[in-house]
């Protein structure tokens, strides 16, 4: 069974910067694409950026592109979230999550899998 561990939420200043990390343990890595998905107080959870298998591709939503990065080292079974010039609006509690599919990336992941996510806060 695998398993997705958060690590790396925190508070910060708005215009910082905070890197999520998540390391998977149970499934073979390389079979997956993988996303960061973001919950905030009183609304549904939303899709942030995915990754296919091989780290060539990458796809964000609006509200965060040219500020967050995705990324994946396949070699630890991890994939991080390198997120700058943070705004209040991106307080929330960040999921990784694991989709078992080996195609490119051209929207939100459908996940199999499911970390417990980490709290971000970005005061203003």
């Known amino acids: 069974q695998g398993e997705l561990v958060e690590s790396g939420g925190g508070l910060v200043q708005a215009g910082g910067s905070l890197r999520l990390s998540c390391a998977a343990t149970?499934?073979?890595?390389?079979?997956?694409?993988m996303g960061w998905f973001r919950q905030a107080p009183g609304t549904e959870r939303e899709f942030v950026a995915a990754?296919?298998?091989?780290?060539?591709?990458?796809y964000y939503t609006d509200s965060v592109k040219g500020r967050f990065a995705i990324s994946r080292d396949n070699a630890k079974s991890a994939v991080y979230l390198q997120m700058n010039s943070l705004k209040p609006e991106d307080t929330a509690v960040y999921y990784c999550?694991?989709?078992?599919?080996?195609?490119?990336?051209?929207?939100?992941?459908?996940?199999?899998?499911w970390g417990q996510g980490t709290q971000v806060t970005v005061s203003s």
């Open positions: 990754i296919n298998w091989l780290g060539t591709g990458t």
């Open positions: 149970g499934l073979s890595f390389t079979h997956y694409r």
């Open positions: 999550a694991a989709e078992l599919n080996l195609g490119s990336v051209t929207g939100a992941i459908n996940p199999n899998y």
